[in-house]
T-cell receptor, first 114, second 110 residues
Framework: NAGVTQTPKFQVLKTGQSMTLQCAQDMNHEYMSWYRQDPGMGLRLIHYSVGAGITDQGEVPNGYNVSRSTTEDFPLRLLSAAPSQTSVYFC?????????????FGPGTRLTVL | QKEVEQDPGPLSVPEGAIVSLNCTYSNSAFQYFMWYRQYSRKGPELLMYTYSSGNKEDGRFTAQVDKSSKYISLFIRDSQPSDSATYLCAMEPSWGKLQFGAGTQVVVTP
């Protein structure tokens, strides 16, 4: 199993550009999520999905869109990038609910918006 | 005010020392308490989790939860240079929606 994979590893955008961060998992996990990590802030939840076709907002959703058409993939779209979106983005996945289920994180995408 | 507070450090200790990390929280709905380890430029990986109050031990690592004080701790015994990383506490008010502390950077010097 590859686990949780993210592409690209690094990206530089100009203000106003759009892009999609890709996330895929091969563990057949129902739950997938996106976090951003900023210095001194820890990780903050952007959007999450409890299954194909179901998404919801997390703590910091503004400026980001998501969709979940398959169990495996959960892309994060920046429609019009802003310097405040400069961050490291992590995708995570977890098995179905019921007791405690570990979240598995991808290696991250480092995004710089100029 | 953030729901989960964690001192960002850095915390520098000599090899073999005990590392003591802690977090405080304000939401009494938290049930699961996790510690993640994150090496530089890597994703977080789960180190330990505990449910409700009490202690849990795994090798050199011990996690403690005191729900009455809203305080959790992680202790690393016989610390090694390979333990140098950022340690993040996390709590789960509802399925999958983790709330993280800021992370404490730990440096273990040989």
């Amino acid at each position: 199993n590859a686990g949780v994979t993210q592409t690209p590893k690094f990206q530089v955008l100009k203000t106003g550009q759009s892009m999609t961060l890709q996330c895929a998992q091969d563990m057949n996990h129902e739950y997938m999520s996106w976090y951003r990590q900023d210095p001194g802030m820890g990780l903050r939840l952007i959007h999450y999905s409890v299954g194909a076709g179901i998404t919801d907002q997390g703590e910091v959703p503004n400026g980001y869109n998501v969709s979940r058409s398959t169990t495996e993939d959960f892309p994060l779209r920046l429609l019009s990038a802003a310097p405040s979106q400069t961050s490291v983005y992590f995708c995570a996945s977890s098995p179905s609910r019921g007791g405690y289920n570990e979240q598995f994180f991808g290696p991250g995408t480092r995004l710089t918006v100029l | 005010q953030k729901e989960v507070e964690q001192d960002p450090g850095p915390l520098s200790v000599p090899e073999g020392a005990i590392v003591s990390l802690n977090c405080t929280y304000s939401n009494s709905a938290f049930q699961y308490f996790m510690w993640y380890r994150q090496y530089s430029r890597k994703g977080p990986e789960l180190l330990m989790y505990t449910y409700s109050s009490g202690n849990k031990e795994d090798g050199r690592f011990t996690a403690q939860v005191d729900k009455s004080s809203k305080y959790i701790s992680l202790f690393i015994r016989d610390s090694q240079p390979s333990d140098s990383a950022t340690y993040l506490c996390a709590m789960e008010p509802s399925w999958g929606k983790l709330q993280f502390g800021a992370g404490t950077q730990v440096v273990v010097t040989p």
